[in-house]
């Protein structure tokens, strides 16, 4: 074959005319001392013009496919993490109504003592210990109970737990006394801790407001206590 010399324009113009097709339709081709026209260049040159658009469309439709399959992947990622959202949601709701429910019993049988102490309008320790026993029998999460006129403890059982509670002034401690502020304003139980216990469990304190009628008028008496075993309680509800 010739060999076409001369700038890069007058190249491809003899191209295109041995090609016979536009000269705009020819590469662009790159600046060397020559190029073969012959039967294989012109051959390769014209592969590349009539191939080039369907390979742009294939190109085209590859990436558009990668992209599919990369959006399909995200939603099938994302169809996962929500149903593994929704079930640990499922399994907490699960686990708080149970806890709820235990929590709840027992503080209904402290309801139930309170409501002894204001018709009493005052407890002996006999009725206390009695009351006490027959709470512990009914109530498997019980650590202590105890009685706190004035708000300081004055009652405590078991007769072991009196080192620890005996004359404790629930609003001089730290511990309880933020909890006894919000029971008397809100009149009803509110629960403390979990905080550690002498017997090497955690406890939860739940502290009841008192309201005694003397003379006809509402009065706080002051407060009874439940502590619960707070670990029992967690692994009883999961």
Known sequence: GSIVRGGLAERRFELGRRLDVDVEDVPQLADADGIQ???????QIAVIVRVSPQAETGAAVFAFGLFLSWQAGQLARETRMAEQQARIQAQVSDFRARLEMRIFSSVAQLRGMAADLVIREDMSHEDFLRIAEELRVSDPYMLNLSLAPGYRISEAYPSRDDAEWLGLDLMASATFKPALLNAINIDDPVLAGPWPTRSGKRGLTCLLPVWVAKDGVPRLWGATT?????????EDAG
């Open 37 to 43: 026209v012959g039967d294989f260049a012109l051959t």
């Open 226 to 234: 439940l502590t619960l075993d707070f670990d029992a309680l967690l």
